[in-house]
């Protein structure tokens, strides 16, 4: 249920509406935009609720929301929403674009401090990078744990690039936390709710990557887990998802960017390399999410993508990346009027 009040109405009227959800064994989050405050009621609400809340001092509007998430919805929600990354706050979302790039996973200082300088140079504003590698099979590569969050740190200090990397299990949040500017929840564990709670109740932006076989629906509930807890700061990115082709990875699925974009006002990002696997794809498939709409890109570079110890045969060259960036660029002139 979305409790709208009179814009700019006074302190003690929403607070009036919030004691009364409280009072009847719900909960809320405030929503103070420009245009007026949205009380979003969550829990099990019921019929009369809808009167009482009417006839409140302040109150203009009282509807259900039939959706089954509501947080990330533009009904409570209406404008988009701007997510600001790390101490140098880089913005994402609402016309802000920006790529996140690095290797899959942390392999040493001198590789990820290595392509830090290279991506940033070509125009990325955030390090990717993972120290907890969740791995199809157990006896592969599974990361650096504790010792690459320090690596990353490392490449943060040298580059002062915020950085962005997984977080798999609820108890590893608060170490991951420690060092992350953005918490990433891979397609794996969409749907691991504890996690999704545990993420909820840090103050670091969350990234939810799409389940490889979740609906749009299921995606955003997974980011109203997060939401819920408090924490409002959801990236959404579209990784692609499993069909029955076989040539590529997964199937990139563009329909996702302007579909969810009119369901939710969270930024969207596209991830062209899990996406389709294959290197010679990442640049056309970047090209055509921008085209689309998304707010980002998250990209995987490798000094070395032949030795890489994970996914080296989506990661790009950092020549590769810069030419990305390039055709990124142009398409995003094209798609403003050149502005
Ligand atoms: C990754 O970003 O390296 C990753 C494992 O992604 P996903 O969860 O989308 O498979
Ligand atoms: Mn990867």
Known sequence: MIVVMAHHSAHANVES??????????????????ERTVIGVLGEVYDELQDELTLMPGVVEVFRISKPYKLASRDFHESDTVVYIGESRVPIGAGHFTVFAGPCA????????????????????????GAFKPRTSPYSFRGLFEDG??????????????????????????????????????????????????????????????????????????????????NHQVILTERGIRTFETFTRNTFDLSAIPAVRSMSHLPIVAD??????????VRPMA????????????IEVHPNP????CDGAQSLTFDN???????????REAISGGN
């Open 17 to 34: 509406v919030v004691t009364h959800i409280r009072e009847r064994g719900l909960s809320s989050q405030l929503n103070e935009g420009v």
């Open 106 to 129: 942390v392999e040493s200082e001198e590789q990820t401090v290595a392509t830090a300088k290279a991506v940033k140079k070509a125009g990325a504003k955030v390090l990717r990078g």
């Open 149 to 230: 969050l320090k690596i990353l740190s490392s490449a943060r200090s040298e580059t002062g690039m915020p950085i962005i990397t997984e977080v798999m299990s609820p108890k590893d949040v608060d170490l991951v936390a420690r060092y992350a500017d953005v918490l990433q929840v891979g397609a794996r564990n969409m749907q691991n709710y504890s996690l999704l709670d545990e993420v909820g109740m840090t103050d670091k932006p969350v990234m939810v990557k799409r389940g490889m076989s979740a609906s749009y629906e299921d995606w955003l509930l997974a980011a109203e887990y997060v939401m819920a807890k408090g």
């Open 321 to 331: 990346f810069s030419s990305l960036m390039n055709s990124v660029k142009a398409i």
């Open 272 to 281: 062209p390399s899990h996406s389709t696997g294959r290197y010679f794809m």
């Open 287 to 298: 090209m055509a999410a921008t085209a689309a709409g998304a707010d980002g890109l998250i």
């Open 306 to 309: 032949d030795m890489a110890k």
